[in-house]
């Protein structure tokens, strides 16, 4: 995985790509939709900007493969997610390849993630007891 540094020199993945220094803190998951010009599937790790490489043809393939049994085998109420963001925490939007979610989080076309409350197919509370 190439990852440009800080500046505004060109990557070949990605062109001339200017990554905003982060607060001290660190970058919230707000942060990541009202950041301008990121590179696509940037995601947010521990408040920080991770942005991916371009995908091979087989990476595809094998997505395509995977999503495909996963769809055929998930239970009802449940879709496939591809390569769409989920928000774990303040600091944290990973992009999963595939991820099962439940189907009433696609709720608007407008959206750019998945809040954990519909990402997960079990409450918390039910984790616990076990």
Do not use: Y
């Amino acid at each position: 995985m190439s990852v440009p540094s800080v500046a505004g020199r060109p990557v070949p993945e990605f062109g001339e790509v200017t990554i905003p220094m982060p607060p001290p803190q660190g970058f919230t998951a707000d942060d990541l939709d009202r950041i301008p010009d990121l590179p696509p599937h940037t995601e947010l790790i521990d408040g920080s900007l991770v942005l991916v490489s371009p995908q091979k043809l087989f990476h595809t393939l094998v997505l395509e493969l995977l999503g495909d049994a996963l769809k055929a085998h998930l239970p009802s109420g449940l879709r496939v997610a591809r390569e769409f963001s989920v928000r774990l925490g303040e600091r944290q939007r990973p992009e999963p390849d595939l991820t099962p979610v439940r189907a009433d989080a696609f709720a608007r076309l407008e959206q750019a993630w998945f809040p954990l409350k519909r990402w997960n197919s079990r409450s918390r509370s039910s984790r616990r007891s076990r």
